[in-house]
Nanobody
Framework: QVQVVESGGGLVQAGGSLTLSCAAS????????MGWYRQAPGKQREWVATIRSGGTTDYADSVKGRFTISRDNAKNTLYLQMNSLKPEDTAVYYCKADRPTWVRSYWGQGTQVTVSS
């Protein structure tokens, strides 16, 4: 069983910055593919960014150039640095842990990010 816990959400003005963290339990965190997703009110959950075990990253077009995903394998922690925030970034942000050998993914409970205009 893997536990995933997000933190760092809050209220920020448009143009501001925020850093989210995601702590994942279990061994060999470095082998995980980790991702950030978000869900705005009334909308489906959408993918934001992914970082693989080798360190390669991908971003949704809506956040490319503004958000940076990173990981600290020594701390079993994933990060999402969010800059130039826009009101449309307002959502609950979720962290997901995956590994090819797992039969399921593990999600956190989410952390609220609210960007005021």
């Amino acid at each position: 069983q893997v536990q995933v816990v997000e933190s760092g959400g809050g209220l920020v003005q448009a143009g501001g910055s925020l850093t989210l963290s995601c702590a994942a339990s279990g061994s060999s965190f470095s082998l995980n593919t980790m991702g950030w997703y978000r869900q705005a009110p009334g909308k489906q959950r959408e993918w934001v960014a992914t970082i693989r075990s080798g360190g390669t990253t991908d971003y949704a077009d809506s956040v490319k150039g503004r958000f940076t995903i990173s990981r600290d394998n020594a701390k079993n922690t994933l990060y999402l640095q969010m800059n130039s925030l826009k009101p449309e970034d307002t959502a609950v942000y979720y962290c997901k842990a995956d590994r090819p050998t797992w039969v399921r993914s593990y999600w956190g409970q989410g952390t609220q990010v609210t960007v005021s205009s």
